[in-house]
């Protein structure tokens, strides 16, 4: 699993990122395609569809930032992270300290894709 120093160097990878999808969009697109209330480019054509993306996982002491790669039913997490602490308290204070997977925040996102030089 990459940290964010080597993922940084992946240009590739970080160019295949889709700064849009979110876990619960990916999970309608892989995991139940077909379904209809999704955009026609969101929406699940088959097993073959590929989606890589960020989410933020709460599940753990501290909150960590996720590259997933998803391909049909299959999911692998590419690289994970921390952000830097001002950020995981104001992530954690916007979601009442709640357990789960989250999308990027707009300020996360911004500085993420700073560090990546994906701007």
Known sequence: ??????????ISL??????????????G????????????DQRG??????STYFAINTWGEYPVITLVYRK???MEELATFRMPSDMEKA???SISNHRGI???????????KGQLDAL
Do not use: C, Q
């Open 1 to 10: 699993m990459k940290r964010l120093d080597e993922l940084k160097n992946d």
């Open 14 to 27: 970080i160019n295949s990122v889709d700064w849009n999808m979110n876990p619960a969009t990916a999970v």
């Open 29 to 40: 697109r892989h995991l139940e395609w077909g379904a209809g209330w999704y955009y026609d």
């Open 45 to 50: 054509r088959g097993s073959d569809d590929e």
């Open 72 to 74: 049909g039913f299959d």
């Open 91 to 93: 992530f954690m204070t």
């Open 102 to 112: 989250y999308e990027l925040d707009p300020n996360i996102k911004s500085w993420l």
